[in-house]
């Protein structure tokens, strides 16, 4: 059955017992949410802002924290009190998630780093959206692109959301290595070229191409300039010096 399949190679891949696809990434992080009873979230300023709604519609409180030069949150200014920390691995970019391992429940947002090493090691719970702007983009839009979690806890979220786009993502698996390779090589033509990119240093699945110039286009609106009471005085720093180049494998 697609849904045994399904499970046994995300789960394996993410390090991980289980594993299922709901209806989409936003999806998937609320049900992180309720599995991992969380009240204090964390959450960088540089995400997707459907990471924040999801954690409001838990009813959880949310504190977005300042991302470093790497565009990656700041471990060292997630709030004490806060019992879960939600790190993407923005733009393909290794974020640090083993440093507060063993200090916070870790949901883990592999949507846009897939073909990095390690994902879900050092995690609680990991998700990946499936729509057509994150890395593994067999969806067709955000409501209904899909969203993958994988978990350690024997409990069921229902019937797999859609056999169709599973069966799909079972497809992509095994072109992941491809797929990275194409991306790194992508991103070398530009950092050969004397472009600058943001994680150049660092493991990156290069979904998108960053670097600090004249910019052109935003990649994203910080959330602390979405949702009011946050100080992020790094990111205000250089959010309008950032601009980025689309990588296709």
């Known amino acids: 059955m697609i849904s045994t399949e399904f499970s046994k190679i995300w789960s394996s891949y993410f390090n991980k017992e289980h594993a299922t ?12 949410l309720k599995i991992l009873n969380s009240k204090h979230v964390a959450l960088p300023t540089y995400t997707c802002h459907r990471v924040l709604q999801a954690c409001l519609d838990a009813g959880a409180t949310p504190y977005i924290v300042d991302c ?5 949150i700041n471990v060292n200014k997630i709030p004490n009190h806060v019992d879960t920390v939600i790190i993407p691995h923005m733009f393909g970019i290794q974020a640090d998630v083993k440093s507060i391992s063993n200090k916070f429940k870790i949901i883990e947002d592999c949507s846009q780093c897939i073909g990095i090493q390690d994902l ?23 409501e209904q692109g899909g969203g993958i979690i994988a978990y350690n806890i024997d409990i069921s979220l229902g019937e797999i959301y859609s056999p169709p786009i599973a069966s799909k993502l079972n497809q992509m698996y095994l072109e992941i290595p491809k797929m990275l390779e194409s991306r790194i090589n992508k991103a070398s ?9 943001i994680g150049k240093d660092q493991p990156n699945a290069w979904l998108r191409a960053l670097y600090f110039g004249s910019q052109k286009r935003i990649p994203y609106t910080p959330l602390h300039d979405m949702y009011p009471g946050f100080k992020c005085p790094i ?15």
Request: charged share 25%; net charge negative; hydrophobic share 40%.
């Open 21 to 32: 696809l709901v209806e989409n990434g936003k999806t998937a992080i609320f049900e992180a």
């Open 68 to 72: 470093g030069l790497d565009l990656q």
């Open 120 to 142: 879900g090691k050092y995690s609680d719970i990991v998700i990946a959206s499936t729509g057509p702007t994150k890395w593994l983009n067999v969806g067709k839009d955000k």
């Open 189 to 197: 033509e530009f950092i050969n070229a004397g472009v600058d990119l």
């Open 235 to 249: 990111v205000d720093n250089y959010k309008n010096k950032l601009d980025w180049i689309s990588i296709f494998p």
